[in-house]
């Protein structure tokens, strides 16, 4: 991402993209300076309404948000060939374009484990169609995050959007 990062000519937003080494020290110092950090995950690969609300409902919980962003080989695996649409670079840099996004971060791993363990957030929003159970629900408990589950509204799946439903 460095060639994104800010400069004549350059995406500005760029510079919000973080390595998962990056975003651990940074975390560390906005919570010695008292900041309440959410984090959420996801493949945000069809930008909709829905994410838009997701991402406002997200930040409400803390002071900074930090999404983690599944790498196109994590796409891949987790919704099949023909997915991702957009490539990894391209969705990071929309979501930093975000205002209520702190910052992305890429992960390669098929679940955001790695991500949540190298952030220790105080929050983790989820789509509330995971449930209590989901996959991130025993890091969680381990790094001391509260679980916040976010309801989908109006129907807005990236997997609708393409006609996969």
């Keep these: 991402m460095d060639n994104q990062r800010g400069g004549k000519g350059l995406i500005k937003a760029g510079s919000k993209v973080k390595s998962l080494d990056e975003i651990k020290?940074?975390?560390?110092k906005l919570k010695r300076e008292g900041k309440r950090i959410?984090?959420?995950?996801?493949?945000?690969?069809?930008l909709h309404p829905g994410h838009v609300y997701f991402l406002e409902k997200a930040k409400e919980k803390g002071d900074i948000l930090i999404?983690?962003?599944?790498?196109?080989?994590?796409v891949r695996v987790n919704k099949g060939e023909?997915?991702?649409?957009?490539?990894?670079?391209?969705?990071a840099l929309l979501?930093?374009?975000?205002?209520?996004?702190?910052?992305?971060?890429?992960?390669?791993?098929?679940?955001?484990?790695e991500f949540i363990k190298a952030v220790k957030p105080d929050?983790?929003?989820?789509?509330?169609?995971?449930?209590?159970?989901?996959?991130?629900?025993?890091?969680?408990?381990?790094?001391?995050?509260?679980?916040?589950?976010?309801?989908?509204?109006g129907g807005w799946s990236t997997t609708g959007i393409l006609g996969n439903k």
Aim: aromatic content about 6%; glycine content about 8%; charged content about 30%.
């Design 123 to 153: 929050v983790h929003c989820n789509s509330s169609e995971y449930g209590e159970e989901c996959v991130e629900a025993e890091i969680l408990k381990e790094v001391g995050a509260e679980l916040c589950l976010v309801e989908r509204v």
């Design 82 to 91: 023909g997915r991702p649409v957009k490539d990894e670079r391209s969705r």
């Design 25 to 28: 020290g940074i975390s560390e």
């Design 95 to 113: 979501l930093a374009a975000f205002e209520t996004v702190d910052y992305v971060v890429i992960f390669r791993e098929e679940t955001p484990i």
């Design 67 to 74: 999404v983690g962003l599944n790498s196109d080989e994590s």
């Design 38 to 46: 959410v984090t959420t995950n996801g493949c945000f690969d069809i």
